[in-house]
């Protein structure tokens, strides 16, 4: 019986990371062909992009601005997925969240694609550094306990403290370096 139930297990987790990067992928090649098609709207928009980047490091912006907007730019979506979780619709909108991460990120890959080449992608790959690598487990942890009811788990608070501290660690890391890191790439 038990053995029964370690396959379903699996199974069912194995279904769940298939249907996330089913999502993924979708909204991905979804985002890669809304460039492609309109590209000629996009075009102009990397020169100014890369001297953006280029003037950053002579920018006197305190850290704690950096802080704040890394913050707010993945916290909203981070808090609106917990405030959702309880609801009826928490499947729904990580679904649509899924998808929206897809879709930037194949307008991404085109976007360095298309700008600057075969170099565009390690362009793409250095805006994801090194923030992704902490936000990428945090949301398929978050994804996976809420859809196993974990928020009604003996040890809530401690993993809502873990989160929050992921949470934290990657705005730091995306405030720190990664502007730094694409700045550096740009010159």
Excluded: D
């Amino acid at each position: 019986m038990k053995r029964i139930e370690n396959e379903t297990s699996r199974m069912g987790k194995s279904s769940f990371m298939q249907q996330i990067a089913l999502l993924f992928l979708i909204g991905f090649f979804v985002g890669a062909a809304f460039y492609y098609i309109f590209q000629n709207s996009f075009s102009g928009l990397f020169k100014p992009f890369e001297t953006q980047l280029s003037v950053w490091p002579e920018n006197t912006y305190p850290f704690s601005y950096k802080m704040v907007q890394a913050v707010w730019n993945h916290g909203r979506f981070f808090i609106l997925f917990w405030l959702l979780s309880v609801t009826r619709i928490h499947n729904f909108y990580q679904s649509v969240f899924i998808l929206y991460t897809g879709f930037r990120n194949g307008f991404l890959v085109l976007f360095f694609l298309l700008g600057k080449g075969s170099v565009g992608i390690l362009w793409y790959l250095l805006s994801l550094f090194p923030h992704a690598l902490v936000f990428i487990p945090l949301y398929l942890f978050s994804f996976a306990w809420v859809k196993e009811k974990g928020h009604r788990r003996e040890h809530k608070k401690l993993v809502f403290l873990f989160l929050g501290i992921a949470f934290f660690a990657a705005c730091f890391l995306e405030a720190r370096y990664n502007l730094t890191l694409m700045a550096n790439m740009a010159l």
